[in-house]
T-cell receptor
């Protein structure tokens, strides 16, 4: 079956540091890949997505590239801010083009300090 | 434009009881999915509804059931509650042919 593996947290960084959160996946076919963010007390928000190999998703300074050869979708940001403190979830959708069930990783908590 | 709304926000139930959670999708969305998020874990897919029918189902027992109404709103019912059902229940809505699912704030269920 489909699965997503994320690096364990928490990740603690100083403001303006470089962020990488690793994500690898196992899936049949050609899944779409997503990063969601969950701020304290809130639901999930879609941060970025990529629907085919070598696509780069980007939003709010965050980027991730769909690497089929390494089955990875690592999240990066060049300079984090305190406001980026949240839990980040990597996810995949196994049916391209339609709303389908999302398979999530366990989440990585990011804490950014001044 | 209101996003996805869920009610209630918090709920405390006793083992063996039954519970109903409610979800109103984002305006225009026709598909509703439900997820269970245990503490410290990622969300797990329960099921998805489209045109008032269950379209997909995850690995959850029959104690978990749902319904979608003609206005696309949805309910999640859980019977014979167990302590392990304590979790945050998330509703997500979307268009059937869209990748992007919009999540509500969730309902925190505590079973004692």
């Amino acid at each position: 079956g489909n699965s997503v593996t994320q690096m364990e947290g928490p990740v603690t960084l100083s403001e303006e540091a470089f962020l990488t959160i690793n994500c690898t996946y196992t899936a049949t076919g050609y899944p779409s890949l997503f990063w969601y963010v969950q701020y304290p007390g809130e639901g999930l928000q879609l941060l970025l997505k990529a629907t085919k190999a070598d696509d780069k998703g980007s939003n709010k300074g965050f980027e991730a590239t769909y690497r089929k050869e390494t089955t990875s979708f690592h999240l990066e940001k060049g300079s984090v801010q305190v406001s980026d403190s949240a839990v980040y979830f990597c996810a995949l959708s196994s049916i391209t083009g339609t709303a389908s069930k999302l398979t999530f990783g366990t989440g990585t908590r990011l804490q950014v300090t001044l | 434009d209101a996003g996805v709304t869920q009610s209630p926000t918090h709920l405390i139930k006793t083992r063996g009881q039954q519970v109903t959670l409610r979800c109103s999708p984002k305006s225009g969305h026709d598909t509703v999915s439900w997820y269970q998020q245990a503490l410290g874990q990622g969300p797990q897919f329960i099921f998805q509804y489209y045109e008032e029918e269950e379209r997909q189902r995850g690995n959850f027992p029959d104690r978990f059931s749902g319904h979608q109404f003609p206005n696309y709103s949805s309910e999640l019912n859980v019977n014979a509650l167990l302590l392990g059902d304590s979790a945050l229940y998330l509703c997500a809505s979307s268009y059937l042919d869209s990748y992007e699912q919009y999540f509500g704030p969730g309902t925190r269920l505590t079973v004692t």
